[in-house]
Protein backbone atom coordinates (compact mmCIF):
# COMPACT_ATOMS: atom_id res chain seq x y z
CA UNK A 1 0.00 0.00 0.00
CA UNK A 2 1.34 3.39 -0.94
CA UNK A 3 2.21 6.25 1.20
CA UNK A 4 -1.16 7.87 0.90
CA UNK A 5 -3.96 5.50 1.34
CA UNK A 6 -6.66 6.60 -1.59
CA UNK A 7 -10.44 6.61 0.21
CA UNK A 8 -13.60 6.90 -1.10
CA UNK A 9 -15.93 8.42 1.54
CA UNK A 10 -19.87 7.45 1.33
CA UNK A 11 -22.19 10.25 2.56
CA UNK A 12 -26.16 10.77 2.81
CA UNK A 13 -26.01 14.10 4.85
CA UNK A 14 -24.14 16.87 6.27
CA UNK A 15 -20.53 15.20 5.84
CA UNK A 16 -19.44 16.62 8.98
CA UNK A 17 -17.27 13.46 9.38
CA UNK A 18 -16.01 13.75 6.28
CA UNK A 19 -14.87 17.40 6.82
CA UNK A 20 -13.16 16.20 9.83
CA UNK A 21 -11.02 13.76 7.25
CA UNK A 22 -10.53 16.19 5.04
CA UNK A 23 -9.50 18.78 7.74
CA UNK A 24 -7.09 16.01 8.78
CA UNK A 25 -5.61 15.04 5.00
CA UNK A 26 -5.31 18.78 4.47
CA UNK A 27 -3.63 19.00 7.95
CA UNK A 28 -1.32 16.51 6.91
CA UNK A 29 -2.17 14.26 9.90
CA UNK A 30 -3.64 11.58 7.56
CA UNK A 31 -1.48 10.11 5.03
CA UNK A 32 -4.38 9.64 2.38
CA UNK A 33 -6.00 10.75 -0.31
CA UNK A 34 -9.63 11.51 -0.71
CA UNK A 35 -10.39 10.29 -4.18
CA UNK A 36 -14.06 10.39 -4.74
CA UNK A 37 -17.32 11.75 -2.55
CA UNK A 38 -20.15 9.76 -3.28
CA UNK A 39 -23.81 10.21 -2.11
CA UNK A 40 -26.83 8.62 -2.22
CA UNK A 41 -28.26 12.16 -2.12
CA UNK A 42 -28.41 14.89 -4.42
CA UNK A 43 -28.97 17.37 -2.07
CA UNK A 44 -26.39 16.17 0.56
CA UNK A 45 -24.50 18.97 2.15
CA UNK A 46 -21.46 16.82 2.12
CA UNK A 47 -21.20 17.01 -1.48
CA UNK A 48 -21.02 20.98 -1.09
CA UNK A 49 -18.31 20.21 1.37
CA UNK A 50 -16.29 18.38 -1.19
CA UNK A 51 -16.27 20.52 -3.81
CA UNK A 52 -14.95 23.16 -1.62
CA UNK A 53 -11.77 21.71 -1.50
CA UNK A 54 -11.98 20.08 -5.22
CA UNK A 55 -12.83 16.31 -4.02
CA UNK A 56 -14.36 15.18 -6.99
CA UNK A 57 -17.85 13.76 -6.05
CA UNK A 58 -20.81 11.65 -7.65
CA UNK A 59 -24.59 11.00 -6.98
CA UNK A 60 -25.64 7.90 -7.12
CA UNK A 61 -29.16 7.34 -5.97
CA UNK A 62 -31.11 4.08 -6.26
CA UNK A 63 -34.09 4.56 -9.20
CA UNK A 64 -37.62 3.26 -8.31
CA UNK A 65 -37.99 0.11 -9.76
CA UNK A 66 -34.02 -0.87 -9.48
CA UNK A 67 -33.39 -3.72 -7.04
CA UNK A 68 -31.26 -3.20 -4.39
CA UNK A 69 -28.64 -6.26 -5.52
CA UNK A 70 -28.31 -4.67 -9.13
CA UNK A 71 -28.07 -0.86 -7.35
CA UNK A 72 -25.44 -2.18 -5.13
CA UNK A 73 -23.81 -3.96 -7.80
CA UNK A 74 -23.62 -0.97 -9.98
CA UNK A 75 -22.18 1.20 -7.20
CA UNK A 76 -19.50 -1.36 -6.29
CA UNK A 77 -18.63 -1.05 -9.84
CA UNK A 78 -18.27 2.79 -9.70
CA UNK A 79 -16.88 3.17 -6.22
CA UNK A 80 -13.71 0.34 -7.79
CA UNK A 81 -12.70 2.27 -10.67
CA UNK A 82 -11.11 4.21 -8.12
CA UNK A 83 -8.93 1.85 -6.66
CA UNK A 84 -9.70 2.90 -2.81
CA UNK A 85 -7.61 1.41 -0.31
CA UNK A 86 -10.45 2.03 2.33
CA UNK A 87 -14.03 3.29 1.60
CA UNK A 88 -15.56 4.88 4.38
CA UNK A 89 -18.63 5.52 5.12
CA UNK A 90 -19.54 8.14 6.94
CA UNK A 91 -23.10 8.68 7.46
CA UNK A 92 -23.96 6.68 4.80
CA UNK A 93 -27.58 5.60 5.42
CA UNK A 94 -28.31 2.43 3.20
CA UNK A 95 -27.31 -1.12 4.32
CA UNK A 96 -24.87 -1.96 1.67
CA UNK A 97 -25.04 -5.84 0.49
CA UNK A 98 -22.79 -8.30 -0.26
CA UNK A 99 -23.03 -7.22 -4.34
CA UNK A 100 -21.62 -3.84 -3.47
CA UNK A 101 -19.45 -6.02 -0.27
CA UNK A 102 -17.87 -7.98 -2.67
CA UNK A 103 -15.22 -5.49 -4.22
CA UNK A 104 -13.76 -4.48 -1.43
CA UNK A 105 -13.41 -7.76 1.53
CA UNK A 106 -12.35 -6.05 4.83
CA UNK A 107 -11.84 -2.43 3.06
CA UNK A 108 -15.09 -0.88 4.09
CA UNK A 109 -15.19 0.66 7.19
CA UNK A 110 -18.35 2.41 9.19
CA UNK A 111 -18.70 4.94 11.85
CA UNK A 112 -21.80 4.16 14.62
CA UNK A 113 -22.62 6.81 17.37
CA UNK A 114 -22.63 3.86 20.06
CA UNK A 115 -20.86 1.42 21.79
CA UNK A 116 -21.16 -2.39 20.17
CA UNK A 117 -24.27 -4.06 20.47
CA UNK A 118 -25.67 -1.14 21.78
CA UNK A 119 -28.19 0.78 19.54
CA UNK A 120 -27.92 -0.22 16.16
CA UNK A 121 -29.74 1.16 12.88
CA UNK A 122 -30.78 5.01 13.14
CA UNK A 123 -31.10 7.44 16.01
CA UNK A 124 -28.93 5.94 17.62
CA UNK A 125 -27.92 9.61 20.27
CA UNK A 126 -31.39 10.00 20.73
CA UNK A 127 -32.34 6.07 21.70
CA UNK A 128 -29.02 6.35 23.93
CA UNK A 129 -30.31 9.61 25.89
CA UNK A 130 -34.03 7.92 26.29
CA UNK A 131 -32.39 5.05 28.46
CA UNK A 132 -30.35 7.45 30.06
CA UNK A 133 -33.46 8.90 30.98
CA UNK A 134 -34.70 6.27 31.99
CA UNK A 135 -31.88 4.97 34.21
CA UNK A 136 -30.69 1.62 32.10
CA UNK A 137 -26.88 3.48 31.38
CA UNK A 138 -24.63 5.96 32.05
CA UNK A 139 -22.76 6.43 29.38
CA UNK A 140 -23.05 5.72 25.24
CA UNK A 141 -20.22 5.73 23.04
CA UNK A 142 -18.54 5.53 19.22
CA UNK A 143 -17.56 2.63 17.16
CA UNK A 144 -15.46 2.02 14.24
CA UNK A 145 -15.61 -1.34 12.69
CA UNK A 146 -15.89 -3.21 9.50
CA UNK A 147 -18.51 -3.87 7.37
CA UNK A 148 -18.10 -8.06 6.00
CA UNK A 149 -21.57 -8.52 5.76
CA UNK A 150 -25.14 -7.21 5.97
CA UNK A 151 -25.58 -6.94 9.67
CA UNK A 152 -26.59 -3.83 10.92
CA UNK A 153 -23.86 -1.85 12.73
CA UNK A 154 -22.42 -5.18 14.32
CA UNK A 155 -19.28 -6.16 11.99
CA UNK A 156 -15.62 -6.79 13.68
CA UNK A 157 -14.67 -3.72 16.18
CA UNK A 158 -11.59 -2.05 15.17
CA UNK A 159 -11.87 0.79 18.21
CA UNK A 160 -14.46 2.41 20.79
CA UNK A 161 -14.10 5.43 22.59
CA UNK A 162 -17.02 5.97 25.38
CA UNK A 163 -19.34 9.11 25.26
CA UNK A 164 -20.07 9.76 29.40
CA UNK A 165 -23.79 11.11 29.66
CA UNK A 166 -23.69 14.18 32.04
CA UNK A 167 -26.62 15.31 34.59
CA UNK A 168 -27.26 18.65 32.47
CA UNK A 169 -27.31 17.48 29.22
CA UNK A 170 -29.85 17.89 26.97
CA UNK A 171 -30.20 15.67 23.26
CA UNK A 172 -28.69 18.43 21.64
CA UNK A 173 -25.21 18.57 23.70
CA UNK A 174 -25.11 15.14 23.56
CA UNK A 175 -25.39 14.99 20.13
CA UNK A 176 -22.35 17.99 19.98
CA UNK A 177 -20.46 15.52 21.74
CA UNK A 178 -20.65 12.69 20.62
CA UNK A 179 -20.11 14.29 16.99
CA UNK A 180 -16.97 15.70 18.14
CA UNK A 181 -15.85 12.02 19.29
CA UNK A 182 -16.96 10.59 16.11
CA UNK A 183 -14.99 12.68 14.10
CA UNK A 184 -11.52 12.56 16.15
CA UNK A 185 -12.44 8.64 16.84
CA UNK A 186 -12.67 7.81 12.65
CA UNK A 187 -9.50 10.00 11.91
CA UNK A 188 -7.45 7.82 14.43
CA UNK A 189 -8.85 4.44 13.20
CA UNK A 190 -8.09 5.63 9.65
CA UNK A 191 -4.31 6.51 10.45
CA UNK A 192 -3.63 3.42 12.29
CA UNK A 193 -5.14 1.72 9.73
CA UNK A 194 -3.03 3.36 6.89
CA UNK A 195 0.04 2.92 8.75
CA UNK A 196 -0.38 -0.83 9.60
CA UNK A 197 -0.94 -0.38 13.40
CA UNK A 198 -4.35 -2.16 12.77
CA UNK A 199 -4.56 -5.31 11.32
CA UNK A 200 -7.21 -6.72 9.19
CA UNK A 201 -7.29 -9.82 7.43
CA UNK A 202 -6.43 -9.51 3.52
Same mark, same amino acid.
Given at each position: ????????????????????????????????????????????????????????????????????????????????????????????????????????????????????????? /? !? $?? =??????????? +?? &??? %?? *?????????????????????????????????? /? !? $?? =??????????? +?? &??? %?? *???
Amino acid at each position: MSDKARLVVMISGNGSNLQAIIDAVEAGALPAQIVCVVSNKAKAYGLVRAEKHQIPTAVLSRKKGVSRAVYDAELGHFVANFQPDWVVLAGWMLVLSLEFLRFFPNRVINLHPALPGQFPG /T !H $AI =ERAFAAYQRGE +LS &QTG %IM *VHLVPDEGIDDGPVLATRTVPILPHDTLDSLEER /T !H $AT =EHQLLVDVLRR +LI &QGV %ID *VPL
